[in-house]
């Protein structure tokens, strides 16, 4: 618990992401009282949560609480609370329903949400798997549509779920929910036909896994369709409605397709709220920051990870979150030492994704790439490690374990809820 009498330079962390967390974790030796404030009393494990989505895994896996976090740590505390301002000339972090926190320095890393880019509809009816009520959403919409279906209740639609977006996420959605389909469905609901089970992977671009090279898209374009993903490539979205997507194809015909729940995975933008705190901002609401990540005009205050519009056009993943929240626990260091500020290096350490059981692509930013089986074991193993907490690791590895070696013995399916 922080000293409320303390003298020490106080540093206010906002979002208890991979941004906000790293943050915290280089400061832990710094002569400082740290302050992590996120509206949620837990860190979310996005790069699982599709698992979450597809009923994989529960969702306490993927979740750890960030007050166990910040106990790790002497110098740090934990508050949860709704960031509503900053007041950048009394240096106070304005909150919903308490007094403001004042702060010496900083650093904001609060993530971004979707971005439906004004499509007529997506905002309204797509669902998206970027934080946990998202996904126990989509997993409960999905895995209701199944069973309504499997039960030939009056008026239930063909259990088609549309995927958007082709990038990693995309693919990891529509993979897992092809093998779900695959391997589970023909066991759990003998009565339901596996065809009316379709699962449509939409991307406006004539590739999936756009950062990649060719062999690896190739190669996951190939894999998705061996496992019955309707691909549709150079397809783009027109309306979204509750029951249908409306899409219009390379020849530039409109299709209207059917559909129980419309997944959104592609594209996103910071909150609205953001700009609403009187920094600078720019493309996609997010904020504007110099080579060191620190605000413009703002010396004291950095903004890392998504939120931030970095010179360099980062990708929006967990490596440039990371290496910039230590990155500025770092400056701040350095600042109190009475050194210079250094220019934020990001050190590319590859992508991953994953197309279902045995199957993932890797790749290198010295060359290597890796695909099939060799890649999945990097993919499970790095995720297993990645995840906070040992009972979490155990209990992924579990139900992971489950679902990929012994499906459909098992059927280790967490079932969803209709909505209220």
């Given at each position: 618990?922080?000293?409320?009498?303390?003298?020490?330079?106080?540093?206010?962390?906002?979002?208890?992401?991979?941004?906000?967390?790293?943050?915290?974790?280089?400061?832990?030796?710094?002569?400082?009282?740290?302050?992590?404030?996120?509206?949620?009393?837990?860190?979310?494990?996005?790069?699982?949560?599709?698992?979450?989505?597809?009923?994989?895994?529960?969702?306490?896996?993927?979740?750890?609480?960030?007050?166990?976090?910040?106990?790790?740590?002497?110098?740090?505390?934990?508050?949860?609370?709704?960031?509503?301002?900053?007041?950048?000339?009394?240096?106070?972090?304005?909150?919903?329903?308490?007094?403001?926190?004042?702060?010496?320095?900083?650093?904001?890393?609060?993530?971004?949400?979707?971005?439906?880019?004004?499509?007529?509809?997506?905002?309204?009816?797509?669902?998206?798997?970027?934080?946990?009520?998202?996904?126990?959403?989509?997993?409960?919409?999905?895995?209701?549509?199944?069973?309504?279906?499997?039960?030939?209740?009056?008026?239930?639609?063909?259990?088609?779920?549309?995927?958007?977006?082709?990038?990693?996420?995309?693919?990891?959605?529509?993979?897992?929910?092809?093998?779900?389909?695959?391997?589970?469905?023909?066991?759990?609901?003998?009565?339901?036909?596996?065809?009316?089970?379709?699962?449509?992977?939409?991307?406006?671009?004539?590739?999936?896994?756009?950062?990649?090279?060719?062999?690896?898209?190739?190669?996951?374009?190939?894999?998705?369709?061996?496992?019955?993903?309707?691909?549709?490539?150079?397809?783009?979205?027109?309306?979204?409605?509750?029951?249908?997507?409306?899409?219009?194809?390379?020849?530039?015909?409109?299709?209207?397709?059917?559909?129980?729940?419309?997944?959104?995975?592609t594209g996103i933008t910071a909150s609205p709220i953001v700009g609403d705190w009187g920094l600078p901002t720019g493309r996609g609401g997010r904020i504007d920051v110099g080579p060191d990540l620190r605000v413009t005009g703002h010396p004291e205050i950095f903004a890392v990870g998504d939120v931030a519009l970095d010179p360099e056009n980062l990708p929006q993943v967990a490596q440039p979150a990371i290496q910039g929240g230590k990155h500025a626990g770092v400056q701040i260091r350095r600042l109190l030492a009475g050194s210079p500020t250094e220019t934020f290096r990001y050190r590319d350490k590859?992508?991953?994704?994953?197309?279902?059981?045995?199957?993932?692509?890797?790749?290198?930013?010295?060359?290597?790439?890796?695909?099939?089986?060799?890649?999945?074991?990097?993919?499970?193993?790095?995720?297993?490690?990645?995840?906070?907490?040992?009972?979490?690791?155990?209990?992924?590895?579990?139900?992971?374990?489950?679902?990929?070696?012994?499906?459909?013995?098992?059927?280790?399916?967490?079932?969803?809820?209709?909505?209220?």
């Amino acid at each position: 618990m922080i000293n409320p009498r303390s003298k020490r330079p106080r540093v206010v962390v906002v979002g208890g992401g991979f941004a906000g967390l790293s943050a915290v974790r280089e400061l832990s030796v710094a002569d400082v009282d740290v302050l992590l404030i996120d509206r949620h009393g837990y860190n979310t494990f996005q790069p699982l949560l599709y698992q979450v989505a597809t009923g994989g895994l529960n969702p306490g896996d993927v979740t750890y609480a960030l007050r166990a976090f910040t106990s790790r740590y002497r110098n740090a505390d934990f508050l949860r609370a709704t960031v509503t301002g900053v007041d950048t000339e009394q240096r106070l972090v304005q909150l919903e329903g308490l007094d403001p926190v004042p702060y010496d320095y900083l650093i904001i890393g609060c993530g971004v949400t979707a971005n439906f880019f004004g499509i007529d509809g997506a905002q309204e009816h797509a669902l998206t798997i970027y934080t946990r009520s998202g996904a126990i959403r989509t997993r409960d919409r999905i895995l209701t549509a199944i069973e309504d279906a499997a039960q030939d209740r009056e008026g239930a639609p063909d259990p088609t779920v549309v995927v958007v977006g082709g990038g990693a996420t995309g693919v990891e959605m529509a993979g897992s929910l092809a093998e779900l389909r695959n391997a589970a469905v023909p066991i759990a609901y003998r009565t339901l036909d596996i065809s009316r089970v379709r699962i449509v992977l939409v991307e406006m671009t004539d590739v999936v896994l756009g950062p990649f090279h060719p062999q690896l898209q190739a190669y996951a374009a190939k894999e998705l369709r061996e496992r019955g993903v309707d691909l549709r490539l150079g397809t783009s979205v027109q309306q979204v409605r509750e029951d249908a997507v409306v899409v219009k194809g390379p020849d530039g015909e409109e299709q209207t397709i059917p559909a129980a729940a419309v997944v959104w995975a592609t594209g996103i933008t910071a909150s609205p709220i953001v700009g609403d705190w009187g920094l600078p901002t720019g493309r996609g609401g997010r904020i504007d920051v110099g080579p060191d990540l620190r605000v413009t005009g703002h010396p004291e205050i950095f903004a890392v990870g998504d939120v931030a519009l970095d010179p360099e056009n980062l990708p929006q993943v967990a490596q440039p979150a990371i290496q910039g929240g230590k990155h500025a626990g770092v400056q701040i260091r350095r600042l109190l030492a009475g050194s210079p500020t250094e220019t934020f290096r990001y050190r590319d350490k590859g992508s991953m994704a994953t197309i279902g059981r045995s199957d993932a692509v890797v790749e290198f930013p010295f060359g290597l790439r890796l695909k099939g089986l060799v890649a999945w074991l990097a993919w499970l193993g790095l995720h297993l490690f990645e995840l906070m907490g040992g009972r979490n690791r155990l209990a992924a590895l579990i139900n992971l374990s489950v679902r990929y070696f012994s499906w459909p013995r098992s059927l280790n399916i967490v079932v969803g809820d209709p909505a209220d």
